[in-house]
């Protein structure tokens, strides 16, 4: 059982209150990613699919490795998914210039629209959020969900989304 007492502020650290955290990220998550999986559900596709459209079109070029480290999904899973995506011409794969041997992945002229259909329903939703939160509660959450992710992947994160954190 974790330890609800180990800090001097931790009259929030309840475990009602921490419970209430987890069943907001259940769902939250659960709206956020509902539009786009009706959107998904048009193309056939699913959220294993969506994941690696983000993340190849947050990161041109990215090596299939490299989206292996983001995803933490096995070859084969990753394999499944993107031999579809690069089937249906979501994605492009080239060889690297320096290593032929590594493959980089973009989007394509389509995965590029649909990458940004998919991404704009949850922007809205995030947008609409923040507003009513204000900066401050925006900065807090941020600093939350950081907080959550494991520390050798917060770097990942684009450091214009963590502006004020300094833990990186």
Request: charged letters at 35%; glycine letters at 8%; aromatic letters at 8%.
């Amino acid at each position: 059982m974790v330890d609800l007492n180990s800090s001097p502020n931790s009259e929030f650290l309840r475990e009602e209150d921490l419970r209430q955290g987890i069943e907001l990220l259940f769902y939250a998550y659960r709206d956020f990613t509902g539009e786009p999986d009706a959107i998904l559900d048009k193309y056939g596709l699913g959220r294993a699919h969506h994941r690696v459209i983000y993340f190849v079109g947050r990161n041109p070029g990215i090596t299939i490795t490299e989206l292996l480290e983001i995803l933490r999904i096995t070859k084969q899973s990753l394999s499944r998914v993107l031999g579809h995506l690069l089937e249906t011409d979501f994605i492009n794969q080239r060889a690297d210039p320096a290593d032929r041997r590594r493959k980089q992945l973009t989007l394509s002229g389509k995965g590029k629209s649909l990458e940004h259909e998919l991404t704009s329903t949850q922007m809205e939703r995030f947008a609409r959020a923040y507003r009513d939160a204000g900066a401050e509660a925006v900065e807090g959450f941020r600093r939350v969900l950081i907080g959550i992710v494991e520390p050798e992947d917060r770097a990942r994160v684009r450091p214009t989304t963590m502006r004020n954190d300094k833990r990186r």
